[in-house]
């Protein structure tokens, strides 16, 4: 049996870390299948040292078992490398569906949106909380009152608006600087 050791720092974090890739776990299974196959037709190899041949018909049967191993490694890497093809596409389909889920979770908001959430800011009120029931018990006259009382200001809107729309604009520029970077190409051929 044999046990290979990894000291690089990426090793390290993949293998304590609790964010590991679904495809990422299927290449390191399929990384250690193909290395006990290759080690088997090694050793395979390395028992044909001490095989005894004494005719040229051993000598041809042994001969004709070192090229079949050979051949069965080679079958065994190129297996591997068709399977690490499909695994770059299966990660970087996985990889661009999480990034797409983080675009639009930093996608800007419409200034619609933006006002009722100041709305709602202004008001205290929150998503399905005690508030919610409490505003429920207040007569509706009063809290269409004060909502477009919120709403009509123009000038605290506006205001508020100004100051949110440097961080927008930086926002959007952060969120496509971080899909730039994950964008890695590869070359089939290594």
Request: glycine share 2%; net charge negative; with cysteine.
């Amino acid at each position: 049996m044999n046990f290979t050791l990894n000291n690089n720092r990426s090793s390290i974090f993949t293998q304590n870390s609790g964010y590991r890739l679904k495809s990422t776990e299927e290449r390191m299974e399929r990384v250690q299948k193909k290395q006990s196959q290759i080690d088997f037709f090694e050793g395979k190899k390395a028992e044909l040292k001490n095989m005894q041949c004494n005719t040229l018909d051993e000598i041809a049967q042994k001969l004709a078992l070192f090229n079949n191993y050979n051949d069965q490694i080679d079958a065994v890497k190129k297996q591997f490398n068709y399977e690490q093809m499909m695994h770059c596409t299966d990660e970087a389909k996985e990889l661009g569906e999480k990034i797409a889920k983080a675009a639009e979770e930093l996608e800007p908001k419409t200034a619609e949106e933006r006002r009722e959430e100041l709305a709602k800011e202004a008001l205290g009120i929150e998503d399905e909380g005690i508030l919610d029931e409490m505003l429920e018990d207040l007569p509706e006259d009063a809290l269409e009152d004060t909502l477009d009382k919120m709403l009509t200001d123009k000038e605290i809107i506006q205001e508020k608006l100004d100051e949110e729309l440097p961080e927008i604009v930086e926002q959007e520029k952060l969120t496509e600087m971080f899909l730039d970077r994950q964008y890695v190409p590869f070359d089939i051929k290594a």
